[in-house]
């Protein structure tokens, strides 16, 4: 898999953020505001940024959150070789001051809690819940995949999510065109319950920003340190990203 890959000359820094943005799979003409912020801060903290652009199979199948958590092998098969990785989606910008949230974390999955839409988590949880029957998993508990910090151990843990999906794929297909919760989210919440999990500040993603009643009025920007444009119409995603980049941009220097 070829990888986009910032700065082009690497220098191996411990540490790694990924951001999935697959070409041809969704309208992502946001992606420059995303990429214009975490260029900037990934270079400022001597941190290396790879974009997953190409798809490895077929996205109409297999969504591109399923694929990214291949990231250490495809990491492995780029002869790539890192401490710590943050998988984000492409639908954040990172603030320019933000701490160095890799410092955050040892051996536990940083992740996010999201319960701003809790009918929604719950009717998400119950309908997997037949795959994870010995599993309870509660909807305070409850976390956003696009905002996820692991280290080096947590290897394994990803091969059991890509193991999981090969193994009930048709099922999960089924389930996600019937109910409509989601995809790799809801499963892996599950599946980390056998892992030792850090709750990190909520500023670490903020998501559902129109929710909150802080999107049309930047409240946000002061808020939070990675802004998640979710939990409205996707149609207004762009705009809302577009209108916050040239807000801010004078704060990040070297654009």
């Known amino acids: 898999m070829s990888l986009d890959i910032y700065p082009q000359i690497m220098f191996m820094n411990k540490n790694l953020v990924i951001i999935t943005s697959m070409k041809g799979v969704v309208d992502t003409s946001y992606e420059e505001f995303c990429l214009n912020t975490w260029k900037y801060w990934t270079d400022e903290k001597g941190i290396d940024l790879i974009i997953l652009s190409d798809p490895l199979t077929d996205t109409s199948y297999m969504k591109p959150t399923w694929q990214r958590w291949h990231a250490w092998e495809i990491l492995k098969e780029n002869n790539l070789d890192y401490e710590k990785i943050a998988l984000v989606d492409v639908d954040t910008m990172i603030r320019w001051d933000s701490p160095n949230f890799f410092d955050l974390i040892k051996d536990e999955i940083g992740v996010c809690v999201d319960n701003d839409n809790i009918n929604w988590v719950k009717q998400s949880i119950d309908g ?27 290897k394994k843990f990803c091969k ?11 099922d999960l297909i089924a389930l996600q065109n019937s109910i409509s ?17 850090k709750y990190l500040n909520k500023k670490w993603n903020l998501t559902h920003l129109n929710r909150k009643e802080i999107l049309h009025n930047f409240t946000f920007i002061d808020c939070g340190y990675v802004w998640h444009f979710n939990g409205f119409d996707k149609h207004l995603r762009n705009q809302a990203m577009e209108q916050t980049w040239y807000k801010i941009k004078e704060n990040y220097l070297d654009t």
């Open 181 to 197: 919760k989601g995809t790799d989210q809801t499963p892996v919440n599950y599946i980390a319950k056998n892992y030792k999990v």
């Open 128 to 154: 997997y819940k037949p795959f994870f029957r010995d599993i309870e998993l509660d909807w305070t508990e409850y976390f956003n995949c696009g905002f996820i910090v692991m280290g080096k151990l947590h």
């Open 160 to 170: 059991q999510i890509i193991d999981f999906w090969d193994k009930n794929q048709t």
